[in-house]
């Protein structure tokens, strides 16, 4: 008994501990985007700011169009995020319940194609993107976010529909019901919870994504909110702080409040998938 209460315990405390490293890069970037410039200069920096202020925030917005760039962002990561859940939902459903060398060779090459490098790739996707007349595109920067996320969201997926038990569109079968039917209303449901997972993983990366939507967007209207962000760096690389943290602050909020959201919806698919099934 005493051993099991100093293992949870332990637990519990490693579980702080991670979160006290999780939480302590974004309550530092809220404070220092509160931060007036004279305490940003300080040599002893303190964590609730002495003098908080909002001149960082005005002045973000004075010197950069991050409402533009956000729009752009929300964009380009919901439309990767919906495009791709599209795709790789019945792409998964085939992979997991037809089980052959060759989507065994396809689960492999889709584990194989996160370890490319972005650099790898970048030159050809650019010379192909030129030719379909996508460059300098918000469509053509989705296009990119859909192809770098298909692989991983296709691996999840596969994982939740084989989860799945075959047995129940077997029970649905012998009650009557044809195949459409029996996605939309046995295997659906229950995959709900993980088709949100998975558009929730494409939307947050296309909406943290940097280096395609810096090397493929020039004009300054269709920049996204990370590539603005750099905007924030003088000449020299000297950071005007203040404005940075605070764009950074705000930039940061809408996918935790997208995970927030969602999260509650995931947990409550899952238990309404294990009442059905």
Known sequence: MRTSKRVRAGQYTALLAYLVF?????????????????????????????????????????????????????????G???????????????????????????????????AFPFVLVIIPLFLVLKNLRL?????????VYVVWALPFALWMLTGYVRAVPVELEEAAAVDGAGKLRTLASVTGP??????????????????????????????????????VLTHFLGAEGVADLGPLAAAAFLATLPSLVVFAVVQRRITGGMLAGAVKS
């Open 22 to 78: 999780l939480a302590f890069p974004f309550l530092w970037l809220l404070s220092t985007a509160f931060k007036p410039p004279r305490e940003l200069a300080s040599l002893h920096p303190t964590w609730v700011p002495r003098d908080p202020t909002l001149a960082n925030f005005r002045q973000a917005f004075e010197e950069q169009p991050l409402l533009r760039a956000g729009l752009n962002s929300l964009l380009a990561a919901l």
């Open 135 to 143: 460059i300098d595109s918000v469509p053509g920067l989705v296009l």
């Open 190 to 227: 229950l995959l709900a919870p993980g088709i949100v997972a998975t558009g929730l993983f494409a939307f947050i990366t296309a909406w943290n994504e940097f280096f395609f939507a810096l090397v493929l967007l020039k004009t300054p209207e269709k920049q996204t909110l990370p590539v």
């Open 80 to 114: 990767a995020a919906l495009v791709a859940v599209l795709i790789a939902t019945p792409m998964a459903y085939v992979m997991a319940r037809h089980r052959s060398r060759l989507s065994r060779a396809a689960t492999g090459w889709v584990v194989v194609s996160q």
